[in-house]
C-alpha cells in the first residue's frame, strides 16, 4: 500500500475500444478457509544451558579417575638362601660380606638386606634384571604388560550390603584391657570411677570413637536396677585428646558392682530418650561389592609429579655384591600414579548398604605379591588393631596366624621354579564382595559414620625371606609386616545437610530410600543435591566435569603402606673400596 496515491481505477470501456464496463466492487465472504501461520508453531527456541544440566542430572554414567602418592618406608632386614632374591636385595652388610666372601667362599656367607622397593611399587620397572627377571638361571620372565599387576591389584567397588555378626577384638594400652565383641552390640567401653571437681562420675573408655554428642543418651549391655539408658554429661579425662574415646555419667550414688573399676560392656549411641526406636544407633561392618576386573584400568606414572620425599637409592659396586654385577639398588621411591578405566561405569540401578542410590564409589587396592616375598595371604583388621602392644612389644594378637576372625575372604595360589614353590593372593573378580569399614548408623539422623576404617597386612614367607632378630620378641605365628587402607572413597553425590519430613498420605514426592518412622507417623530423608549444585554455607556438592554424556570425577589420594615397628635405621655412610686380593 505504500503506492496508493499513484494508482488510478477506470472504466473498461475506456482502456480500448470494444472492453466493456464492469462492476468494479469486491464481494468478502465471512467465512474463514485458511489459518494463520503462526512462528513458534514450527521453530523453537532451545536453552543449551537448560539441555545440558537436564543430560546431566539424567546421566548415570562415570569414568573416575585418581591420582595416588605412594609413601613407604621401607623397614625390614633379612636374609635369605634363595639365590635371585639373595642377589637382588638392597644391602646392609655388604662390605662385611663382600670381606668374608672372598675368605671363606660365597656358600658360607649371608648377605643381609631390605627387599628394593620394585618389591612394593604399582609398577615394577625391573624387566631387564639378568639372573632375576631374565635368563639365565632367573627367577621369573618378566611380562612388561604385566608390569602394574605383580604387586597390586586395583579396582572400582561401591558399598554393597552390612554384615552384623563379625567378631571383633580390641585392646586399650591405658587400662591394659581387651575386648571382644559382635559388632552389632555397638562400642566396647571399660568403666573407671573418677572424682572431678568434687563431683563424682562413671567414666567409660573406648577403644575407638564413640561419635557422642552433649545431651545423648548411652544404651549399656547390661542394666541397674533394671534402666539401660542412662544420658552422657561430660567428655574426656584430664589428658589430651581423651574427649573423642572417653564419656562420662554422674554418679548418683549407685551401688553394688555394676559400674565398678575395670568392667567392661558394650553402649549404643540414643540421640532421644522418648525416642528409642528411631534414635539407637546400628553398628556393622559395611561391605563392598567390586565393579572391574584388572584388566579394565590403566595405571601410568605422572609425567612430572613426585611426591616430597625423594628417591632413597645407592650404587652397589661389583665388589660389594654376591654375583659380583654393579647396580643402583631402589630403596624407596618418590612416583605419583594415574589410574583410570577403560570401561564406563554404570550406577543405573546399584544402591548401597542403606538401600539409596550410590553415592560413593571406592578406589580399591588389593595386594597381590606374585614374586612371592610374601606369604600369599591377607590379614585384615582394624584402626584399633594396629598398635603394637606396649607390654609385650608383639603386633596385636589380632593379626596371629591362627585367628581366623582376622582371615579375607581371598584365596592363595602358587607358581613353581623348579623346586621352589611361591604363594600369591589370587586376582578378585567383578561381583566379589570383601569386607570394608566398621561403621555406625542412625535412622533419625540419617547419617552413616565411619568408626574405624578397615587395613590389611601382608607378611613376608620366611622360607624365601627371614626377617632378622629385633628389639621386638616377635612370635612366629605373628610375625611383622606391612599394613595399607584398602578402600580410598570417590564423592559422586552428595546428601543434603538438613533432614526432610512428609506425612504418610504425601508420597508424591517421597523419595523410595525415605525412612517411616512409625513413632513419628511420617517419612524423613536426605535430599540428594543436583551435580553442579554446591551448599555456599556448608560447600556440601559435587561439580565434576560432564562431556560426551558421562560424569569425570577425579580423586587425589595418599597411599601408605605403614611398617608394623621397624627392625632398621639406615645412615648415610658411603663405602670406601677395598683393595685386597679380591679387587
Known sequence: MGNVNNIRTILGSLKYKSAPS???????????????????????????IQVYDDERQKSTIFRPTAKFNMFFKNTYVGKTNYV??????????????????CSIGANNVSWTGIPQFNEFDFIRTDSDVVGYTQPPNNHLLFVPQSANTYNWNFYLSYPYSRDKTKQLQAYDQTTNTSFSWTVSDGIPFVIQKIQVNGRNYISFRCPVKHGLNPYE?????????????????TFGLETYGSDGVVFNIIDIGYTGSTFSNGTTGTFKRVILESNTADTTSIYYIRKNKI??????ITLIKTGFENNI??????????????????RVSIKEGSQAYTLTFNKDIDIDGLYDNLGRPITTLFFTAIWKGYFGWTTGSLKQGYDFNLPLNPFTNNPNPWWDNSNTNS????????????????????????????????CEWNYFEQKERVISEIQHKFKFNSQYF????????????????????PFYPLTIKVYSDYIEDANPKSVVDVPNYAYFSKTLNKFIWRDIFPYGFIDTVTNFGVNYPFLNAGHYPFGNYIFRLISEGTNYTEYTIIEQPTTDECE
Not at 26 to 44: G, I, M, S, W, Y
Not at 92 to 97: G, H, K, L, P
Not at 410 to 416: D, V
Open 407 to 438: 582371615n579375607t575372604t581371598f584365596t592363595t595360589n602358587t607358581w613353581t621354579n623348579g623346586p621352589n614353590t611361591f604363594n600369591y593372593v589370587n586376582t578378585p573378580r567383578e561381583d566379589d564382595i570383601i569386607d570394608g569399614d566398621y
Open 309 to 326: 620425599y625423594g628417591i632413597s637409592k645407592k650404587y652397589e659396586s661389583s665388589g660389594y655384591t654376591p654375583n659380583g654385577i654393579a
Open 217 to 233: 543418651y548411652v544404651k549399656l549391655s547390661f542394666s541397674y536396677d533394671g534402666q539401660s539408658i542412662f544420658q552422657v554429661d
Open 22 to 48: 464492469t462492476d468494479l466492487s469486491f464481494k468478502l465472504p465471512l467465512n474463514q478457509t485458511f489459518k494463520q501461520n503462526v512462528e513458534f508453531d514450527r521453530n523453537a527456541n532451545l536453552d543449551l
Open 291 to 296: 565393579l572391574t576386573n584388572p584388566e579394565d
Open 466 to 485: 627371614d626377617l632378622l632378630p629385633s628389639p621386638i620378641p616377635t612370635p612366629p605365628t605373628n610375625p611383622l609386616g606391612y599394613y595399607y587402607k
Open 84 to 101: 635371585p632374591f639373595e642377589n637382588n636385595l638392597y644391602y646392609i652388610n655388604a662390605a662385611e660380606a663382600a670381606s668374608l666372601q
